[in-house]
């Protein structure tokens, strides 16, 4: 197994036994899904940039079996449209206090923190990094973030930041061979 485009905080050792539990991944949207960037146009139109090898990290965990999950701080319909094609149902909009959505989405799926992953990039995702059992910032994330997290994204967010963790958590579970092998054939 081999992680070498994640800088770990934790041993290699000490995240991939963590990842193998893993049964949730939740993100967070802007500078994870995306590099940050809102763009606004003058007809009050919001738009934002996804990196296609993130989308399909995602739609291989759903069908590893591992939920997916969304709590993001601003409300947007790009990130409802988003999620609806990855087939997230669990997208938890307009979050101040992200650690509400996390105790429900938690919840729902009768899971203990050391089964949860969480990718943030701010300060704002703190109490989430804080609390998961396996937490990530992505490459560009203020050194304060990246020094709470278990290891940080060589990718900066909207450029497969995500990804790389998708690539980790299905290896570490063993399930790797078995996502690249439903493409070969």
């Not at 963790?165 to 399930?175: E, P, Q, R, S």
Request: proline share 1%; glycine share 8%; with cysteine.
């Amino acid at each position: 197994l081999h992680h070498e485009k994640i800088n770990m905080k934790k041993t290699k050792r000490q995240i991939t036994e963590t990842a193998k539990n893993i049964k949730l991944l939740i993100l967070d949207v802007d500078g994870v899904l995306t590099d940050g960037s809102i763009i606004l146009d003058n007809k009050g139109n919001e738009f934002k940039a996804f990196h296609v090898r993130d989308g399909h990290g995602i739609k291989m965990l759903i069908r590893a079996g591992i939920h997916v999950a969304i709590i993001t701080g601003r409300r947007s319909k790009v990130v409802e449209r988003r999620a609806k094609e990855l087939g997230i149902a669990e997208v938890y909009q307009k979050c101040y206090n992200k650690i509400e959505a996390y105790n429900r989405i938690k919840s729902k799926f009768s899971l203990r923190d050391n089964e949860i992953a969480y990718i943030g990039d701010d300060i704002v995702d703190l109490p989430l990094l804080k609390r998961v059992g396996l937490s990530f910032a992505v490459a560009d994330s203020p050194d304060e973030v990246k020094s709470l997290t278990s290891a940080v994204t060589k990718n900066r967010g909207g450029r497969a930041a995500a990804r790389e963790v998708t690539d980790l958590i299905l290896k570490a579970k063993g399930l790797w061979n078995k996502v690249i092998d439903g493409y070969l054939k």
